[in-house]
């Protein structure tokens, strides 16, 4: 799993790391299983997450795995932000979370800025 677990300035961030897996959904299915094991006894509402995505493309087999995922992990996360999407794939993000529903977010051009940013 590449996920895991960061403190930063005292708080507890989770980052879902999907950076570079190209069209790999295999890899994002694995990495997908192994996030909702990760947060399954998390208490709802209370985890500030980053997911990284730099590096890996979205096809239907990838976004499939990732509806699949937000729909069983949302109900942990309390404030959520992205990191890895620029241009064009910043259009599509927002397009997936209107498929999605519920999915609140804020972008970022880079890892620090979204620790900055999640632990206010």
Same mark, same amino acid.
Request: contains cysteine.
């Given at each position: 799993?590449?996920? +895991?677990?960061?403190? $930063?300035?005292?708080? +507890?961030?989770?980052?879902?790391?999907?950076?570079?897996?190209?069209? @790999?959904?295999?890899?994002?299915?694995?990495?997908?299983?192994?996030?909702?094991?990760?947060?399954?006894?998390?208490?709802? $509402?209370?985890?500030?997450?980053?997911?990284?995505?730099?590096?890996?493309?979205?096809?239907?087999?990838?976004?499939?795995?990732?509806?699949?995922?937000?729909?069983?992990?949302?109900?942990?996360?309390?404030?959520?932000?992205?990191?890895?999407?620029?241009?064009? +794939?910043?259009?599509?993000?927002?397009?997936?979370?209107?498929?999605?529903? @519920?999915?609140?977010?804020?972008?970022? @051009?880079?890892? @620090?800025?979204?620790?900055?940013?999640?632990?206010?």
């Amino acid at each position: 799993m590449k996920s +895991r677990w960061v403190t $930063h300035e005292g708080v +507890r961030v989770f980052i879902a790391d999907f950076s570079h897996q190209g069209h @790999d959904g295999a890899a994002i299915a694995a990495e997908c299983e192994a996030i909702k094991a990760a947060l399954a006894n998390e208490v709802p $509402h209370s985890v500030v997450s980053i997911s990284y995505v730099e590096g890996t493309l979205a096809n239907e087999d990838i976004i499939g795995h990732l509806v699949d995922l937000v729909s069983v992990t949302n109900k942990y996360i309390k404030k959520r932000a992205v990191v890895g999407v620029s241009g064009y +794939r910043r259009h599509l993000l927002y397009a997936f979370s209107k498929v999605v529903g @519920d999915l609140k977010f804020s972008v970022f @051009d880079t890892l @620090d800025e979204a620790l900055a940013w999640v632990v206010k």
